[in-house]
């Protein structure tokens, strides 16, 4: 598996509260992901980044935005965080991001937006 | 773009028995990938198996096999002697067009003595 970790791991905040999640990994893989998860939804691609400076939208990307300055560090921040953004957040990552690769995962962020 | 359907939300399975958790895709694209995925208790996700659009054999690893019916867009996953350390949350998931990971809304599976 991809050294891949999250902080923070646990996070409550309240509403109109910026927030940041940062994703690190240390496997040197080019692509990066964020997903969030909440129940009856599975997991939904958010963003995602294919190189330094290199980012994309995902399915459910409103209120969220990225930036990726290193290869091995991937952020994610919630301008101005709200209770629909209550949610499970997980990091993944691969290295050649194409439809045969399999995405390694890392251990979650568990946000909660008072 | 994939759309993954996954019908059973839980499912129960005596140990040491086999047990099937459906999984049926949609996707115009000629390449695309199938993912199991599995989510314990603990939260973290843990990938199982893999099928490519390209592959003719199913997939294996372990006690975990991918029943690919590529007609029927069905990739089943066939777990065999289940295990109490089976309980998980399973989540099927397909690429399709590119690297982009379209997950279905998982199967609750129980493994009962």
């Known amino acids: 598996d991809a050294g891949i970790t999250q902080s923070p791991r646990h996070k409550v905040t309240e509403t109109g509260t910026p927030v940041t999640l940062r994703c690190h990994q240390t496997?040197?893989?080019?692509?990066m992901y964020w997903y969030r998860q909440d129940p009856g939804h599975g997991l939904r691609l958010i963003h995602y980044?294919?190189?330094?400076?290199?980012?994309d939208k995902g399915e459910v990307s409103d209120g969220y935005s990225v930036s990726r300055s290193k290869t091995e560090d991937f952020l994610l921040t919630l301008e101005s965080a709200t209770s629909s953004q209550t949610s499970v957040y997980f990091c993944?990552?691969?290295?050649?991001?194409?439809?045969?690769?399999?995405?390694?995962f890392g251990p979650g962020t568990r946000l909660l937006v008072l | 773009a994939q759309k993954i359907t996954q019908t059973q939300p839980g499912m129960f399975v005596q140990e040491k028995e086999a047990v099937t958790l459906d999984c049926t895709y949609d996707?115009?694209?000629?390449?695309?990938?199938l993912f199991w995925y599995k989510q314990p208790s603990s939260g973290e996700m843990i990938f199982l198996i893999y099928?490519?659009?390209?592959?003719?054999q199913n997939a294996t690893e372990g006690r975990y096999s991918l029943n690919f019916q590529k007609a029927r867009k069905s990739a089943n996953l066939v777990i065999s002697a289940s295990q109490l350390g089976d309980s998980a949350m399973y989540f099927c998931?397909?690429?399709?067009?590119?690297?982009?990971?379209?997950f279905g809304t998982g199967t609750q599976l129980k493994v009962e003595l």
């Open positions: 993944a990552t691969g290295l050649a991001g194409d439809f045969q690769e399999t995405q390694y």
């Open positions: 496997e040197n893989h080019r692509y």
């Open positions: 980044s294919y190189g330094v400076k290199d980012t």
């Open positions: 996707t115009s694209d000629q390449s695309y990938g």
């Open positions: 099928q490519g659009s390209y592959d003719e």
């Open positions: 998931a397909g690429t399709g067009g590119g690297n982009k990971l379209t």
